[in-house]
């Protein structure tokens, strides 16, 4: 079984930051990779970065240039920096985990952009 726990959501000020940190625990798989997305009320959840096992990313359009995936393999941990946030940056922010192509979920964490 695999457990993921967010943490880092908060409310900023548009152009502000904020680091989401997602620890992963139980049968992790060096080859598993790990991303974040988001649900922005009223709209389907959508793909916001994700990394590899071999580091590689990718990012949707919408935050390409501002936010920025990494991971610490030996904590089982990946983080989202996120910079000059906006509005429309608003939403609940969840950690998945793949691996043998089973998705594990958080359970999210609200991020609030004021303007």
């Known amino acids: 079984q695999v457990q993921l726990v967010e943490s880092g959501g908060g409310l900023v000020q548009a152009g502000g930051s904020l680091r989401l940190s997602c620890a992963a625990s139980g049968s992790i798989f060096s080859s598993s990779s790990m991303g974040w997305y988001r649900q922005g009320s009223g709209k389907p959840r959508e793909l916001v970065a994700r990394?590899?096992?071999?580091?590689?990313?990718n990012y949707a359009d919408s935050v390409k240039g501002r936010f920025t995936i990494s991971r610490d393999n030996a904590k089982n941990t990946v983080y989202l920096q996120m910079n000059s946030l906006k509005p429309e940056d608003t939403a609940v922010y969840y950690c998945?985990?793949?691996?043998?192509?089973?998705?594990?979920w958080g359970q999210g964490t609200q991020v609030t952009i004021s303007s």
């Open positions: 998945n985990l793949r691996q043998w192509q089973k998705d594990y």
């Open positions: 990394i590899r096992s071999g580091g590689s990313t």
